[in-house]
């Protein structure tokens, strides 16, 4: 085996990646775990050097975050958290601290997101404590976002908020030496659309409502499946904030966008958005939003 054939490898996974954050994983799964088989016989029955090895070990790691991540988008959230722990114990053998803390970065949302928020404090806090010693300001940065998530969700809004705090002191250092390829995503957008998923966990709508205002102007915008989950969460804010015209103008926004993304969260995410404007089912612009939202879930379930 050839450093090239592993290069080409992590290529098709780095595609994989950006697919993702553009049009979902409902369509990915299955790929990224075919993939990731087809290293792992590679490791079996291969025959190489160890240099090698160790960079098979390390691409077969990152496959395996992203197909644990493709399969919990897609829903499968059991499955997802085996996937994620064996990606765990990939990066072990890679000796990437920074593959590890990504594993646990994942296993950090999954654990905020089923009902778990304090492992995913403790995986998030496990992370930090393992790739401290590197020169990577964004990952550290990454990690306190899934912290304050998980603090959120226990309902502890100083500490939530003080992790925020850091993790935008870190982004604002700008990219460290270590920091991964794989996380070019983090920016002062990703941690202010974190605090306004913060302050809506928290019960604090109108903060959340001005985050995620904030983050709007320094998001990217090209990563729709991605753009369009933080808008859903910000439609949200401002209707729990009280404003529902400009909440169901931006949920206008969010459903414009949703063609051809095939994402079980992203469809979490719609449905709460549309539960949220029904309280306002007296107002035309509710009204008209709740009927085009309506047919979209319909499309989308028959799809």
Known sequence: MTKLLVDSLQTTTDELRRQDA???????????????????????????????????????????IQAG???????????????????????????DPRLQAGALSYIAIHGYSTGD????????????????????????????T?????HA?????????????????????????????WLYWINTGEILGQRGS?????GRPAEAAAAFAAARGVLKRDETRTHAQFLSRAAM???????????????????????????ARLDEHLHLMLLEARRFVSTAPARSFLERGREIMKERTDT
């Not at 899934?146 to 998980?150: L, M």
């Not at 226990?154 to 991964?180: F, V």
């Not at 913060?198 to 928290?202: A, G, N, Q, S």
């Open 22 to 64: 553009s049009s979902g994983s409902g369509t990915l799964a299955d790929t990224a775990r075919a993939h990731l088989q087809l290293m792992l016989g590679l490791m079996k029955r291969g025959s190489y050097d160890e240099p090698t090895g160790r960079q098979l070990a390390t691409v077969i790691a990152d496959t395996a």
């Open 69 to 95: 991540w493709f399969t919990f988008d897609a829903g499968a959230q059991g499955e997802a958290q085996r996937i994620f722990l064996g990606a765990l114990r990939a990066a072990h053998v890679s000796g």
């Open 117 to 144: 928020p304090g492992a995913a404090v403790s995986a998030a806090r496990t992370a930090r404590q393992i790739s401290r010693s590197r020169d990577a300001p964004f990952l550290q940065a990454m990690l306190l």
């Open 146 to 150: 899934r912290q304050a998530r998980g």
């Open 153 to 181: 969700r226990l309902n502890e809004g100083d500490r939530a908020l003080a992790a925020l705090d850091e993790a935008q002191h870190l982004c604002e250092e700008g990219s460290g030496e270590d920091d991964p390829p």
């Open 198 to 202: 913060c302050y809506l966990d928290l």
């Open 237 to 263: 804010a401002q209707m729990r904030a009280g404003d529902a015209d400009a909440g169901c103008s931006t949920g206008q926004e969010v459903l414009s966008l949703v063609d051809g993304i095939h994402s």
